[in-house]
């Protein structure tokens, strides 16, 4: 028989106010085998585990249960107190009144019998709980990083300063990201690619990382401290060692018709590219499906150009299986697509462009060398609007209802630095709201409205037309004025939502990592535990958590590192010892177990039982607890009942089923 | 204790798995988005783990009404899990059914761990359901009843 004992938490007012908490002590007492009972103001507090330790050297408990918040939350916290007063951490069991129980209830009587069920289910299963011993697995001291941007580059560069290797896998043909295609960056206006590119220089020759370009992870098998992934090299039918970067077979590829996806689709690239002219590494791709060569069979010209002779037509995908311990995510962002953005004209008019394209028509390397001109017949504009939030903040499902943060900032930028270099050129931004919260970003905007004369106007835009004449008429309303705007501008620029890359649903997959319903990847807690996934040894970096600017996105990659580097700086973690076991007397070694695992726990071996006196070798399942994650697949599936799950077992959750129904 | 009695307190057994809908009741909790005390929460580490036996047993034991939540298919954190729980429950709900614990009492539902409002809704319509369906006495254990 148990000696156990029950701590009910106040939590403060939390759960006190709507839980008669003295009443779930008391009642507490009537419960098969509780000698012990009470409740505090804070049981997280040191005082409070200090009283859950006298108790159990007191009344030599043998097992606790803690009403209290979730045991997300402070699980860890009590298993932890009952250690150091010398009881098993798996002895202990938490109801969770609060989250689902004193925060969701008014009445108090009815959230006091609710917690003192609650308290009864976990006092059933306490009573059934045995001590369990963790295991040990080892940590292989490397780490992933999915997404070669700016957060993956730095998450890179911190992990390896600190002396472990870092694969980087990057999906294009050269690691950069978005930042490398911003022209200037708010609110200083520093040069984008001044500020990147020193960083891509560093990583590509940094000696503990690896960059896998134009590669994309293939499959993720494994547990933190000892992944098993499969990274696609996609063949780039260029050979990385013997190209010299010249150049000349971009220059002499007869097939220049590929929408460049570097400038947005804005302009055309060969079929053999490297994306931009700092790309990290500088070896060109051929892309298979504009190729003559690879189309129709004839061409060849790069190869005939190529003095290094590093063109190879013949080059397969090639898959590379690593072992890691950590594995970062840095997928960041894509804009979202406007086709049910009908009324901007986005798919009409060539004139009306989102920021992002905005960035490469100001770009010195971009479509029009940085020249602001109209895309449809190379005029210089007079006036130019900007739409703010298309796509954000929105409240049907055309679009997202988040705010996508940065674009209030980059608009304000664009607009300062349009004026700047073209003065007589009249910008006007229709915005619904502006949000500036950041350092010396108010500053910034205030510069944009009083020193550059930018025209804020307060508002939606309902309405784009195209005119015969090639201007853009804009439908707006000012809601300060209470009045209806008719605008003919020249330029039309869409501040586009940003969302999730949409290859971030597979990868989080792969990685059994938690997702939102926006496609953001899950924190392990939002306040506390921001930049790492419910799933251990997933960490997260850049915008694939939420959106966020580049000093963010920064000091978030440098988060991810400290984190992924201090499980890399252990030797071995301890292992979840909830894990499934077989009774040998019942199993008859079917193998409907080993089918049912996803980790591949279950084997089988010829053992000798002795069954009520009869000795025989029977062929039995057994559980490789080293594998075994603990989900309990096996147990359902085993059709003899002979697969249970420690800590979960058949017994303990119908107590708790019995304790409720009672 | 009669259907038409108003006094009527259903009691609702639902299984979450830890690292999605367990996750998700967290938020509902957090983001005070009540739904009815009769709904009382079982911890389990995947909705794998919820053998039939458990469901049979809770309406043996007289509840009224049993949900399983679990990882959106696909984003199980176990992989595939839930895709077995899925199957399992489909034929276990249409053998209840065929038994008389009518379909409305059984309800499975994918919540995920940012789902509070997901998980608050589905709790009070589910409620509601058994509400209307009345006390279950298909499969209680008579040596139970006062």
Redesign the interface.
Known sequence: MQRIGVFVCHCGSNIAATVDVSKVAEMALMEPGVVHAEDYQYMCSEAGQAKIADAIHEKKLTGIVVCSCSPRMHEATFRKAAERAGLNPYMVEIANIREHCSWIHKDMEEATKKAVILMRAAVAKVNLNTPLQPGESRVTKRALIIGGGIAGIQTALDIADAGYEVDIVEKTPSIGGRMSQLDKTFPTLDCSACILTPKMVEASAHEKIKIYTYSEVENVSGFVGDFTVDIRKKARSVDMDKCTGCGVCQEKCPSKKAPSEFNRGLNNRSAIYTPFAQAIPNVPVIDREACIKFKTGKCGICSKVCQAGAIDYEQKDEIITEKYGAIVVATGFDTINLDKYDEYAYSQSKDVITSLELERVMNAAGPTHGHLERLSDGKAPKEMVFIQCVGSRCSDDRGKPYCSKICCMYTAKHAMLIRDKYPDVNVTVFYIDVRTPGKNFDEFYRRAVEQYGVNYIKGQVGKVIPQPNGKLLVQGSDLLDNRQILKEADMVVLATAIEPNPDVRKIATMLTASIDTNNFLTEAHAKLRPVESPTAGIFLSGVCQGPKDIPETVAQAGAAAVKAIGLLAKDKLMTNPCTAHSDELLCNGCSTCENVCPYGAITYEDKEVNDHGIREVRRLAVVNSALCQGCGACTVACPSGAMDLQGFSNRQIIAEVDAICR | MSIENKSFRP?I?AFCC???S??G??L???S????P?DV???????S???????IL??FE???DGVIMCG?HP????????NF?ARR?MTLLFSMLDYIGVENGRTRVEWV????GVKF?DTMNSFVEKIYSLGENVRLGDLRCRN
Do not use: Q
């Open positions: 009691k057994v830890n690292w999605c367990y996750a009741a967290d509902a909790g957090s005070r988005l009540s739904y005390a009382k929460i079982i911890r389990v580490p995947c794998c783990r919820v053998n039939p036996m458990f047993r809770a034991k007289g509840a990882c696909g984003d199980c954190h176990y992989s595939t899990g077995y399992r995920s761990a940012a789902e608050s």
